[in-house]
């Protein structure tokens, strides 16, 4: 198999290379035909790089970035002032060719940003998306967007979305007719404000999808659709406050287990089994979220993942390499617009 | 203490009377002066009604409406076709003054038509908000509001629905210069829509109102306010949402409990506390909803309340009663917008 080469953004998110470098390890030793480009600083990177098996040394190059992107960095200044820092740099290497995807764990809005600034988005495409895969019954999922790209979506901006997810939905969790639901505060067609309505209107005359109607909040985590669109705000509003309950729900436990010292056991013995539920209900730190449209692959890791999350935001950006996830894109979308 | 009348809407909801007789029943047990209209088909209340104390039978009347709201009623043809239902009568009764308040567990788009075309608005005020009680930390609470009175709100409106947020939970929940903070994508002046923003301007140039400027969508069930606002859409994609990720939480640990003898006997056994934790996490179930910014008092009910939530919801009518909380909300407004 041919080489496949990932820009990692080393100093990404809330504990950068300490996370980062064994993910990366790890995701070396079970694809052997991946290669990284870590863009960081050199000090940094260089004096994990000398301590690895040489087998590793010579499946990763480093390239040095002087600067880095703040958590609190606005996305206009990152874009205009931070030319040299490890986030742009790895999504210069996507667009010049020099890897085929990249992940980065940093400031969401900067990359988004320069994602578009950088790498345009595909023909026809007028926004790019942020999505990730949210948990449902039956241990299944949902591919759940936008989460912020777009603050506001028109009609044109929420159907290409669902296009686009419904893409991913087909080649990646490899669902055939992936069935397309917009989100709305009731499913009937006179419910809504006017872009949701006209968004469905699109959907219902594109024979190239799937669309099963309007989806309410509480369909969500139900195994109603494989896709669900909303606009940015929606869609980063309702990502985040499902992390805000899942924590809730946790310190909750964490309270009733003091009441009594039967509830003190109870709790303690039962929280393994909890915990397991409540980390699926975490989506995006669990399982990063891609932002689509673009012509390039970019991952965004949770600024808070841990190892594990990350390396499942690498696995991620490999399987869109290898299943060439914006050409797919690009196509359908031309046969939608035709 | 001076007589006090809440007409109740006795076919609304997915029980009806099953539910709702029950809860009457108690509510006149704990307080003394309070007396019912019951509106709905007569033999139904009657056969109940016979049955009864003489002291209770004493404080309910009877109020025949042959129509009822369906669940499915599109709010206008409800508003222009069921002008004999219950849930129009309990907002003609309020109108009449032959009730203080109402409460109607019924088809939520057909009581906020209904109850703004019949009761009007307060002097000032543009539109009404659907507001309910969100747990937080630590027993808080927070008022969230507006659940999806208004598909859209423009900055006065999230503005208006910032004071009234205000006045309840300085007069209900009895908080001093509550907390009021804006729903946004992220806490920075910069992030948000044009409605956002502007409705931010306004809330900072008011003396009158606590703002403490944008939450994100993980700070509702923290204790960081204790009134947040934003537009109906997002707040009832969001409410429901939040059932929907509860319902999912304890389907998963029914799940898992079924994985092993072990998990079998350890689910079992902490259940009962889970399940006190998720009650609250049903906000609106629990606690009803109550429309805000209207010349009367209109309290709605979870449609699948159960008898102990419908209580609840005859309660916060009693509570917005005794409190005057619509004189307080037009006192207010008309200190602001002078």
Chains 1, 2 share one sequence.
Not at 36 to 48: D, E, Q
Not at 111 to 140: C, D, E, H
Not at 184 to 196: A, F, L, P
Not at 220 to 249: C, Q, R, Y
Request: contains cysteine.
């Amino acid at each position: 198999m041919s080489r496949l080469t990932i820009a990692l953004d080393i100093m990404g998110g809330d504990h950068g290379p300490h996370i980062i470098f064994p993910a990366a390890l790890t995701a070396l030793q079970q694809t052997p035909h991946l290669h990284f480009i870590f863009c960081g600083p050199l000090t940094v990177m260089s004096k994990w790089l000398d301590k690895q098996l040489p087998d590793i040394q010579q499946r990763i190059t480093l390239s040095d970035c002087p600067e880095t992107v703040a958590m609190d960095d606005a996305p206009g200044h990152a874009l205009r002032h931070k030319k040299n820092s490890s986030m742009r740099r790895i999504l210069d290497l996507v667009e010049n060719n020099d890897a085929d995807a990249c992940v980065s764990g940093g400031n969401t809005g900067a990359l988004i940003s320069m994602a578009y600034y950088v790498l345009k988005t595909l023909p026809g495409i007028v926004r790019p998306a942020l999505v990730t895969l949210v948990p449902t019954l039956n241990n299944g999922n949902v591919y759940f967007l936008d989460l912020g790209a777009n603050i506001s979506c028109d009609s044109e901006v929420l159907f290409q979305h669902a296009v686009m997810g419904s893409v991913l939905a087909e080649q990646v969790a490899i669902i055939n007719e992936p069935k397309v639901g917009l989100l709305n505060v009731g499913s009937e067609e006179i419910k809504g404000n006017d872009q949701v309505k006209q968004a469905a209107r699109l959907l219902t005359e594109s024979k190239d999808i799937n669309y099963i109607g309007f989806v309410e909040g509480n369909d969500i985590f139900s195994e109603k659709a494989n896709v669900i669109v909303t606009d940015g705000f929606v869609g980063n509003v309702a990502l985040k406050s499902w992390e805000g309950l899942v924590n809730f729900v946790i310190q909750e436990v964490k309270n009733a287990s003091q009441r009594s010292w039967g509830s003190k056991v109870l709790a303690k013995l039962a929280m393994p089994l909890f915990r397991s539920i409540f980390k699926r209900m975490k989506p995006d730190q669990y399982n990063g979220a891609s932002l689509l449209g673009l012509r390039g692959i970019v991952v965004k890791s949770h600024g808070n993942a841990s190892s594990k999350a990350y390396l499942y935001a690498i696995r991620e950006a490999i399987q869109q390499v290898e299943l060439q996830v914006p050409e797919k894109i690009k196509d359908r979308i031309a046969v939608v617009l035709k």
